[in-house]
């Protein structure tokens, strides 16, 4: 099933309530406060702390086209309140290559779900024509190291100072 505007898929959780999955829309702003991450999920993913976002950053991270930059957002549903789990974003550097990117919320961190984000994600760009994946790791993250590792087994694995540069071909 291709991933668009109107798909929204769910997740059974064992004793939780189910997790959705769709991609972001200009509402979901709300769920992108890096304020809510620990300095250490910041920094793995911004390479940086980063406390707040800027109106115009969180414009550019909600408001996307879908083929050159689209983002998944997970949530769950709760007294009618969609709270914001994780988010997984690509956006394309070139005509068939994307950067991959994922952040969870801390207090879910260790679950699966930014693994289940990157597969989605890798799938949502191979519908869009990327057939090369690009992302970047710091060396001492190591769940964001073996998600993509497993997610990409063929990748190629560069270092690069305090980052591991990783490049894979979609078959
Ligand atoms: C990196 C991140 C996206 C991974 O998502 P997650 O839901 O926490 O990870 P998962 O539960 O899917 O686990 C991914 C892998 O890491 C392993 N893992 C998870 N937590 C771990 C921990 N604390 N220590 C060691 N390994 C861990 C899992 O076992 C799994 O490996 P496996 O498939 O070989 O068993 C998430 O931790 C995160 O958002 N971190 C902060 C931002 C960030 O680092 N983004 C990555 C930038 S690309």
Redesign the pocket.
């Known amino acids: 099933m291709r991933w668009d505007h109107s798909t929204l898929r769910g997740f059974p959780r064992a004793g939780q309530s189910p997790l959705f999955l769709r991609l972001i829309r200009p509402e979901d702003r709300q769920h992108l406060d890096p304020s809510r991450?620990s300095q250490?999920?910041?920094i793995?993913?911004f390479m940086s702390p980063k406390p707040r976002l800027t109106g115009r950053e969180l414009r550019y991270l909600t408001e996307v086209d879908e083929q050159d930059h689209l983002a998944l957002v997970a949530f769950e549903r709760v007294d009618g309140v969609d709270l914001g789990l994780?988010v997984?974003r690509f956006i394309r550097v070139s005509p068939e290559t994307a950067e991959?990117?994922?952040?969870?919320?801390?207090d879910?961190?260790?679950?699966?779900?930014?693994?289940?984000?990157?597969r989605e994600l890798i799938s949502a760009a191979g519908e869009r024509g990327v057939r090369t994946m690009e992302?970047?790791?710091?060396a001492e993250?190591?769940?964001?190291?073996?998600?993509?590792?497993?997610a990409l087994p063929h990748a190629a694995e560069t270092a690069d100072g305090a980052l591991r540069y990783f490049t894979a071909r979609l078959g």
């Open positions: 991450l250490a999920s910041q793995h993913r994780g997984a991959l990117a994922v952040t969870i919320a801390d879910i961190q260790g679950r699966g779900l930014g693994s289940l984000l990157f992302a970047w790791v710091m993250n190591t769940p964001a190291l073996r998600m993509v590792r497993r």
